[in-house]
Nanobody, 113 residues
Framework: QVQLVESGGGLVQPGGWLRLSCAAS????????VGWYRQAPGKQRELVAKIGSGGNIYVDSVKGRFTISRDVARNTVYLQMNSLKPEDTGVYYC????????WGQGTQVTVSS
């Protein structure tokens, strides 16, 4: 089992930005897919962005605003979120590990004026 720890969430005004980090307990990111998911109140958890050997994918609602990247030396995957909107509010989780079955505890993102 791999431990994943998210950080970087917070309260931001519409149009602002945040950078989320997902740090892994070991050298497991190289070659493995890592995804960022979010869960808004009363809604199901959804995939936001994913990075893997086949490239990066994004949900349509964040294309052009969010960027996923990885720093293998730091065992960390980032989610740069620009031009934030109120509908981006939710708890953001990262998912990864050898079987893509490990989850972090989540970090809250609130976009509000």
């Amino acid at each position: 089992q791999v431990q994943l720890v998210e950080s970087g969430g917070g309260l931001v005004q519409p149009g602002g930005w945040l950078r989320l980090s997902c740090a892994a307990s070991g050298s497991i990111f190289n070659g493995y897919a890592v995804g960022w998911y979010r869960q808004a109140p009363g809604k199901q958890r959804e995939l936001v962005a994913k990075i893997g050997s086949g490239g990066n994918i994004y949900v349509d609602s964040v294309k052009g605003r969010f960027t996923i990247s990885r720093d293998v030396a730091r065992n960390t995957v980032y989610l740069q979120m620009n031009s934030l909107k109120p509908e981006d509010t939710g708890v953001y989780y990262c998912r990864g590990g050898p079987g893509y079955g490990d989850w972090g505890q989540g970090t809250q993102v609130t976009v509000s004026s």
